[in-house]
């Protein structure tokens, strides 16, 4: 697949050179868009519009679905106004190599638009070459099989969710392509060809439905502040170098990662750090890290050539063994098996968690991201000590209340009395899908209940002060129907009437 996408690439490039020349930039748009005064009619042809003005152009895609196989290789911005849907027609050929949405150079820009995968065997749904990128991209397919959701190559950058069910990859990653604040899930999330250069995923949430969960076939792989998740019953190893073949380069280092397992099962191997062929050598590192749920089957080192396995500051829960045959070596330091004690969401480390303020000391190293999973400051400190990293993909969030200072040794004095007045709340709104914003009329403990339909309810308790507050949300609010309740709590213990508000967001 991926020699085919780069020669239908490079010969779109050598066209692109010919017609190039000085131009203003400009929208071009489909039917469909609201205040567009010359729309082009369907997508390509606002794209073949766009490709004869050469300059830094947008293409403005209309409401509803659009059917077909799309190409750009310009400097064009395609935006998908509201409920705007490509959907891929089936494949043009048997091998499936021809991708719904197929953009090529550093100025092809997609962003806030959804990709449908037809219904059917090998769909590809989204290509991205020579630096070409997505932003708030959606792609899912629920009657796909063996279907790739976006295909990145030559420095290629994702960004959006791909939902994909099982027998379906969700992104196959190449030289110099990164994932970046996205969320992927398909029967195998994420499949790496790096040849002799290398991958970055970061800010991610990774799962897989029935097959490994992130498999490097070859380069160097970079995985920070991420979600692995092989907790599905189906799901095989969640992190695997094992490729039936042999490269020159084959590496991963994980940082700040937390990889989930679904129990003991002879099929499903946490870290699978493993090389093919005798004349290959492997080398896995893992740092301020967490994996957990694998019973015995947590860590391996194992191949027929040279496998280097890597452990410094990592908490395997439950204590297991790595399991080791043939050539190399491991090395340890600092590894636990201490029970991480997760929030109810199951990769939070909640208040008490041995993985708080476990990290690496120090600051953090050069180009490393500065936000966890939840987009929160990677370094904090969890109460009144130095700030220093946790383990795993997000950092919790705390506050220091510092000791009172020692008073004399002087007779109690009773509490004042007539405080009788409950706190108020009032104007109670949730702001950007991130906060939780109210006025209290004084200081008060407060409650906040966040409920969205058919989900568990997030619950926030503060100690605040009087007259506008507002809450920080870990991260945005779904869309959807919610059910917000704050109730306060003063110093004398006078109970707020409960403030109420239901929202749609």
């Not at 090389?275 to 740092?287: L, M, N, Q």
């Not at 708080?356 to 999973?373: C, W």
């Not at 004399?408 to 007539?418: F, H, L, S, T």
């Not at 702001?431 to 403990?445: D, I, N, Q, W």
Request: aromatic letters at 2%; hydrophobic letters at 40%; glycine letters at 12%.
């Amino acid at each position: 697949m991926l020699p085919r996408l780069r020669s239908i690439a490079l010969a779109a490039l050598a066209a692109a050179a010919l017609t190039a020349g000085p131009a203003a930039a400009k929208d071009f748009c489909t039917l469909g868009v609201a205040g567009c005064d010359s729309p082009s009619g369907g997508v390509q042809q606002a794209l073949d519009a766009a490709k004869s003005n050469p300059g830094p152009d947008r293409v403005l895609i209309g409401g509803g679905a659009w059917n077909g196989h799309f190409f750009v290789a310009d400097d064009v911005t395609i935006e998908g106004t509201p409920q705007a849907m490509l959907t891929s027609q089936p494949p043009l050929d048997p091998a499936g190599a021809t991708p719904g949405l197929y953009l090529v150079g550093p100025g092809a820009v997609v962003r806030n638009i959804r990709i449908a995968l037809p219904a059917g065997n090998g769909a590809r749904g989204l290509a991205l070459q020579n630096g070409a990128s997505a932003e708030n991209v959606k792609v899912d397919g629920a009657n796909a099989t063996d279907a790739t959701g976006a295909t990145l190559l030559d420095g290629a950058r994702f960004s959006g969710e791909i939902d994909l069910p099982p027998t379906n990859t969700g992104a196959v990653a190449g030289v110099g392509s990164s994932v970046i604040d996205a969320r992927i899930a398909a029967g195998r999330a994420l499949h790496v060809q790096a040849g002799d250069g290398g991958a970055l995923v970061r800010r991610s949430t990774l799962v897989g439905r029935d097959a490994d969960v992130v498999s490097a076939e070859s380069g160097a792989l970079t995985i920070e502040d991420a979600l692995v998740d092989a907790r599905a019953p189906g799901a095989a190893d969640a992190i695997t170098t094992y490729a039936l073949s042999q490269t020159p380069k084959h590496t991963i280092d994980l940082r700040n990662v937390t990889v989930l397992g679904h129990g003991d099962d002879p099929k499903s191997v946490g870290v699978d750090a493993r090389s093919f062929d005798a004349g290959e050598t492997v080398r896995v590192e893992v740092r301020d890290s967490v994996v957990s749920g694998f019973g015995s089957r947590a860590l391996s080192r194992t191949g027929t050539g040279t496998t280097i396995l890597s452990l410094d500051r990592v908490d395997v829960s439950p204590a297991s063994a790595v399991n080791e045959s043939g050539a190399g070596w491991l090395t340890s330091s600092d590894v636990t098996d201490a029970d991480p004690g997760f929030a109810a969401d199951g990769f939070t480390p909640a208040a008490g968690s041995p993985l708080i303020d476990a990290g690496t000391p120090g600051p953090l190293d050069s180009g490393e991201s500065p936000l966890d999973l939840a987009g929160n400051p990677r370094i904090v400190a969890f109460g009144c000590g130095e700030p220093r990293r946790d383990l795993g993909a997000v950092e919790a969030v705390g506050s220091c209340v510092a000791p009172a200072p020692a008073q004399p040794n002087v007779a109690p004095q009773p509490p004042a009395a007539g405080d009788t007045a409950a706190p108020l709340v009032t104007r109670l709104r949730i702001a950007h899908r991130r906060a939780v914003r109210f006025k209290l009329s004084e200081a008060a403990r407060v409650t906040v209940r966040i409920k969205r339909s058919h989900r568990k309810a997030l619950v926030l308790r503060r100690a605040v002060k009087g007259g506008s507050v507002s809450l920080k949300l870990k991260r945005a609010l779904r869309h959807g129907r919610y059910a917000i309740r704050v109730i306060a709590v003063d110093g004398a213990g006078n109970r707020s009437a409960p403030a109420l508000l239901r929202k749609r967001v």
